[in-house]
């Protein structure tokens, strides 16, 4: 369970009010299509919670369902490299992994007289 505080109806009221259009259409902020009656709406902190954004109206907006679903995957994965990068960039913990060494002598190409042997012995079982 996270401790994420909930968002209040007052907060989600005074959302709609403050981002609804001349209209009183609401848009989303995603795909800028109309949100319509009936829609399920998904509220969306502009600026994440997890990055120290504020709880409050002026940070939340309306979004569609699959435009939020979008857009919080973004999100999540925009965390993960900041992480990533404030702890110098390694992802791994632990010793470096150490790269198998190139191979230090190779295959012989064959030779005239190979391959003339091998000939000789197909010859030979034919
Ligand atoms: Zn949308």
Redesign the pocket.
Known sequence: MSNRKAITERQKIDCLLARANAHGRLA?A??D?LIFPGQVIEWDHIHAVCADGPHNYENLRP??R??HTRKSALDIALNAKTKRIANGGRKRKGPKMKSRPFQKTHRKLPTRADRERVLAMRERRE
């Open positions: 989303c995603i795909c299509r979004l569609h699959a435009c």
